[in-house]
C-alpha cells in the first residue's frame, strides 16, 4: 500500500503515522494492491479532523473524514467509516459484468475565467473574452447509472461524468440539495 500522511497547524508525530498507517492496513484484506492511501491531519480549535482518500487498484476512489476532540478516535472512526462503505459496495463490485462492447470515451474539461480582451478604441468596453485557467482530461468509462451513483458516493464526490454502459452515451449523474440524485443525459444532434 502506497500510504502518505500530511499534518496541518499540528505538530507531525511518528506515533499518528504509525498508527494511521496499521489502521489503514484493515482495508487491503478487501482489495488487492496497489492501493494509494492520502490522510490529511489537521486541528481546527479543539477539533481534530482526519480526512482519508483512498485509490484503489481499479481507479475507484473511497473518500471518507471525521472530526473529534482526539485524534486518534477520529483515525478511528474515519477507519470505521470507510470499512462500513468498503463492504457495503464490495458486493457490487464483485458481481460487476462490464459490457465489453462499449469502450471508454475520452472527454475534457475545462474552467473558464473572463479576462477583458485587448480593445484598440478605450470609450467602448469590449465585452470580457473568456480565458482557459484550468482543464482536466477524463476517460468516461461504461457503468450503469447504478454503479455511477455507487462511484459518486465512495468518492464523495458533487458530480460524475461516465459513459452510459446501456445506451453508450456520455451521461452526467449529480447529488442535489435534497439527497436525491439527477442524472443528465445527452443524445446526438439531429439536423
Known amino acids: 500500500m502506497q500510504f502518505s500522511v500530511t499534518f496541518r497547524q499540528m505538530e507531525a508525530t511518528d506515533a499518528l503515522k504509525d498508527y494511521a498507517k496499521e489502521r489503514m492496513q484493515r482495508i487491503k484484506k478487501y482489495f488487492p494492491d496497489p492501493i494509494s492511501c492520502h490522510v490529511v491531519m489537521s486541528t481546527e480549535r479543539y477539533k481534530h479532523r482526519v480526512d482519508v482518500n483512498l485509490q484503489l487498484h481499479n481507479g475507484l476512489q473511497i473518500a471518507g473524514h471525521e472530526a473529534t476532540e482526539d ?4 483515525i478511528d472512526l474515519v477507519v470505521a467509516k470507510i470499512e462500513r462503505q468498503v463492504r457495503r459496495y464490495k458486493d457490487k463490485l464483485r458481481d460487476h459484468k462490464p459490457r465489453t462492447d462499449v469502450t471508454p470515451m475520452p472527454y475534457a474539461h475545462t474552467v473558464l475565467e473572463e479576462t477583458p480582451a485587448p480593445d484598440a478604441r478605450p470609450p467602448e468596453p469590449a ?3 473568456p480565458r482557459v485557467v484550468k482543464r482536466d482530461k477524463f476517460v468516461a468509462h461504461p457503468l450503469t447509472v447504478d454503479e455511477a451513483i455507487m462511484q ?3 468518492a464523495d464526490l458533487q458530480f460524475l461524468v461516465f459513459r452510459n454502459a446501456d ?3 456520455v451521461n452526467v449523474v449529480y447529488r442535489r440539495d ?3 440524485y439527477g442524472l443528465i443525459e445527452t443524445e446526438a444532434a439531429t439536423a
Do not use: E
Open 167 to 169: 445506451t453508450g452515451q
Open 178 to 180: 435534497d439527497d436525491s
Open 71 to 74: 485524534m486518534y478516535s477520529s
Open 152 to 154: 459518486l458516493n465512495l
Open 127 to 129: 465585452p470580457p473574452a
